[in-house]
């Protein structure tokens, strides 16, 4: 194992911050997977994950069955993890610029397809290093300026040779889901059933230039642009693992998740040995396009009468509001059938507050598809 530590920005002197790194299997290994945890700062989960992930990782390469390059962050905002309100850790929004921490991420797509329009040749391998290494130059020649950027930057430069990045995430209460893109999807179905994803959402570009699309979109328009004269593949896929709720930092799931991991990496020859047999799938793959944020009509008592996990049916009630001074109730209702997959952790909604979200079947939005 190799530890690395990259300094950001100090954003005011007496004050330092860096990410760790962790890299482990052979340094010349044809793929690479990148594994990071807690971009949102207050979602814990795939902290310990990766952390236990780490664990399992130094037994692999001890043994010597690490048949690739893995790269872990366990902590991928130190600047998040930091802001604490009243005792309330709020790690998903930037206090000083007020930015969402997995979002706006560095595009680079102008300046690696000006640098590779002449390049680019028959061979799909040589054509993968080439973009590969001009995504690096792009994005080591800008410049950050505040911690925020700085944090952003080096992320993105940690990942972006590798094969297959994984952002460990989770929700506010719900089961285990995932965001990935179309293409990417027979890559990770076989991680969906090993972690058992009740709800799978696919989107190319859900409009929020994500940490996981920032890369995936770099090469679908790349091949776009040039894929009816050279071939080119998708040299990173991407996949954001939903690991339930915020309360679920438990190690009997961790140790499951980080072994899903593990056999998804296995049955990809990742790690020499025999694959476990795939599970079903839990739930059917859909459009992002297709999912609905519920929304409180009024202001008032939240009380579910559904816990998340189950399917539903068009009209459906699965929460109510309750105004205890006017005795008005209004019913949240599944607005189509599919599944009830996340709910919010607060009791007390506000007029118009997200309260779940459903993985339907009806693709009906378009534009921004993701949470604020």
Known sequence: MEHQQHPLITPVPGTERHLDSFHFGPEEAERHVYVQGALHADELPGMLVAWTLKQRLAELEREGLLACRVTVVPIANPIGLDQQLMDTPL???????????????????????????????????LNREIIRAQIGTALAAIAPHTALE????????????????????????????????PAAWPVFEPLARYYGSRASMLATDSGGQSFDECFTLVWEGLRERFGDRFPIDYGTQSVTLELRGQQDVDHALAGRDSQAIIDWMTH??????????????????????????????????????????????AGQVV??????????????????????????????????????????????????????
């Open 268 to 313: 990809l020859g990742l790690i020499t040995g025999a694959p476990r047999e795939l599970p079903a799938l839990a739930y059917p793959a859909t459009d992002l396009a297709a999912m609905d944020f519920l929304h409180a009509p009024i202001g008032g008592l939240l009380v579910f009468h559904l816990a998340p996990g189950v399917e539903v049916e």
């Open 319 to 372: 929460a109510e509001i309750i105004d205890p001074i006017t005795d008005r109730v209004e019913a949240v209702r599944a607005t189509q059938a599919g599944m009830f997959y996340a709910r919010s952790q607060r009791r007390m909604a506000t007029a118009g507050m997200i309260v779940a979200d459903i993985a339907g079947h009806h693709s009906h939005r378009s534009g921004y598809l993701l949470a604020p």
């Open 91 to 125: 790690g998903r929004y930037d206090f000083e610029s007020l930015n969402n921490f997995n979002r706006h991420y560095a595009g680079v797509i102008e300046p690696v397809a000006a640098a590779v329009a002449d390049r680019l040749g028959d061979d799909v391998a």
């Open 150 to 181: 700085s944090l952003r930057l080096t992320l993105q430069r940690l990942a972006c040779q590798a094969d297959f990045v994984l952002d460990l995430h989770c929700d506010f209460n719900a089961v285990e889901h995932l965001y990935t893109t």
